[in-house]
């Protein structure tokens, strides 16, 4: 009989434009540590992110933005990617393009706001009972059936749990008994049972028994330890949308997931509002500001910038963090002329950050670990070929060819991506300057 081993091969997950981005790659003191966490270049705008890190670690960050200006392809969203992976994992991170605000269903006020509550995490910490043990008994217990007849009704059931340092018989409610049917649990289970909601889990068969059910495909864990009764803490992470989705309900009191998009009402936001403030008084849960990126920030007219002035003072607030390729342009909805297109009164609540243009170094080390990332691999020939034309076209143009000179390599029989495999694929695609002069 032929046996074949079958080797466990994880999927792979498709590559974004910045999944290498790992943190600013910045030291203990705050300083730039070269090629570190996927960033390339930009030491300045690095440096100055991680002073906003600490800034809203010490929470000194409230009712202030940052605005990230630069040319396209320097890198902005790349850098609010690492601005929202050095706050932390549970830091929530939204991102949204000016142009989003605008729909026929709902307000463009209303769209900032629920992006604004999507960028809010709240950490709630629970200290809940808990019973776990190892099952020595189970016995229902059961009373005439109240509309008559000769069936009778379980009014409860008797469980005794065994850790390695007592023994304890419960008397629990007949709903119990039936989720530990669901649950399948029988003697020699290891459960746990939390008290407040009757919640059942069955964690697997004691080790006491292995030797028994050596051929039974089922979990073995060590007899508990400790007390029956124990308390734990868990901890949950949710958003300020989550629990105003959790709480809204449409006009004829169905449930709005599925159907129209229906606009959450300042009421129902105030009322969850005064519940994580009360529930932030008593210690159960803690504000988690998270970053709020608005990329083509000149998009948005005066009515969104009014609401950003207002929203940015809020107590309940993100880390906003816009971003602009524009210099001196005019204000959407006015007739006024401003920097990046914002009005003075909301540039001035900004910290500016400035991007630079990458030099032939840099744009060497990005393609080069753009490379790595894709699976592609170039002879220093071809990476200088890219590079060149990196400065003489985009960045973002040059990584797009990337996949295309793969594919020409490998039908030229090329393992390693040569010159000539760069040439070919640069011929067969233009960029945006040389398809505008063709017109």
Do not use: W
């Amino acid at each position: 009989m032929e046996i074949v081993e079958l080797h466990n091969e994880q999927p792979k997950e498709r590559t974004s434009s910045h999944s290498h981005i790992n943190g600013l790659g910045l030291d203990a003191n705050g300083n730039v540590i070269n090629n570190k966490c996927g960033l390339v270049g930009q030491e300045n705008a690095r440096e100055a992110l991680g002073l906003i890190v600490e800034m809203v670690k010490a929470k000194r960050m409230a009712g202030r933005g940052i605005l990230l200006a630069g040319a396209p392809g320097t890198g902005k969203t790349a850098l609010a990617q690492a601005l929202a992976k050095e706050l932390g994992e549970h830091v929530p991170f939204r991102a949204m393009v000016g142009s989003e605000v605008f729909s026929s269903e709902i307000k463009k006020t209303e769209v900032l706001m629920e992006n604004f509550r999507r960028a809010i995490g709240i950490k709630i910490t629970e200290i809940k009972d808990v019973y776990i043990g190892e099952v020595k008994e189970i016995n229902p217990e059961f009373q005439p059936n109240a509309v008559g007849g000769y069936g009778k009704t379980v009014c409860g059931v008797i469980v005794s749990l065994k850790t390695n340092k007592e023994t304890k018989q419960l008397r629990l409610d007949p709903g119990i008994y039936d989720k530990l049917q669901i649950e399948k649990v029988t003697l020699g289970d290891v459960i746990s049972i939390e008290s407040k909601s009757g919640d059942v889990k069955r964690m697997g068969k004691c080790d006491n028994y292995a030797l028994e059910h050596d051929l039974e495909n089922d979990k073995f864990i060590s007899l508990p330890s400790g007390d029956v009764h124990q308390k734990r803490e868990v901890i949950t992470y949710v958003s300020l949308y989550e629990l105003d989705a959790a709480n809204i309900k449409s006009p004829n009191g169905i449930d709005s997931f599925g159907g129209k998009k229906i606009e959450m009402t300042d009421k129902l936001r105030r009322e969850v509002n005064k519940m994580v403030n009360k529930y932030i008084n008593q210690g159960i849960a803690e504000l988690i500001p998270g970053v709020l990126f608005i990329d083509e920030i000149h998009m948005l007219d005066a009515e969104c910038f009014a609401f950003l002035n207002r929203a940015l003072e809020s107590t309940l607030a993100p880390i906003v963090v816009f971003a602009t390729n524009r210099g001196l342009v005019q204000v959407r909805g006015t007739e006024d002329f401003a920097p990046h297109g914002i009005p003075l009164d909301l540039l001035d609540r900004l910290l500016v950050i400035v991007t630079k243009q990458y030099t032939l170094q840099e744009l060497l080390k990005i393609i080069n670990i753009r490379a790595g990332i894709e699976n592609v691999e170039l002879s220093e020939q071809a990476l200088l070929s890219l590079a060149e034309l990196a400065t003489q076209t985009s960045l973002r143009f040059t990584l797009q060819m990337l996949t295309p000179t793969s594919i020409v390599a490998k039908t030229n029989g090329n393992i390693v991506i040569q010159k000539v495999d760069v040439d070919m694929a640069i011929s067969l695609f233009a960029d945006a300057k040389k398809s505008a002069n063709t017109l």
